[in-house]
């Protein structure tokens, strides 16, 4: 089993920036790719950044992909999400996401393990 447990989260002025942090605790994470997704009050979750372990390889939406960048760190066992330029659309509560499947990785149910989500605020 691995715990994911997702930090830095908070109010934030358009423009600005966060960086959020998700670490993996348990079971030493061996898996594939871990992710970050948000969900907006009345929206489905929806997929925001991932990153291959090994590889390193990085996926990003459309919309954020110039100005987030996801990291990991594999002795640590975290990954980051550093938000550049928020927008007020950016709000979300972001949450991490860790899987040991190789494909689908823009897709919620390509995960195996959940953290419990951060809450993200950008004001006008």
């Known amino acids: 089993q691995v715990q994911l447990a997702e930090s830095g989260g908070g109010l934030v002025q358009a423009g600005g920036s966060l960086r959020l942090s998700c670490a993996a605790s348990g079971r030493t994470f061996g898996g594939n790719a871990m992710a970050w997704f948000r969900q907006a009050p009345g929206k489905e979750r929806e997929f925001v950044a991932a990153?291959?372990?090994?590889?390193?390889?990085?996926y990003y939406e459309d919309s954020v992909k110039d100005r987030f960048t996801i990291s990991r760190d594999n002795a640590k066992n975290t990954v980051d999400l550093q938000m550049n330029s928020l927008k007020p659309e950016d709000t979300a509560v972001y949450y991490c996401g860790a899987t040991w499947k190789l494909f689908g990785l823009r897709s919620t149910n390509a995960y195996d393990f959940w953290g419990q989500g951060t809450q993200v605020t950008v004001s006008s």
């Open positions: 990153v291959r372990w090994i590889a390193g390889t990085t």
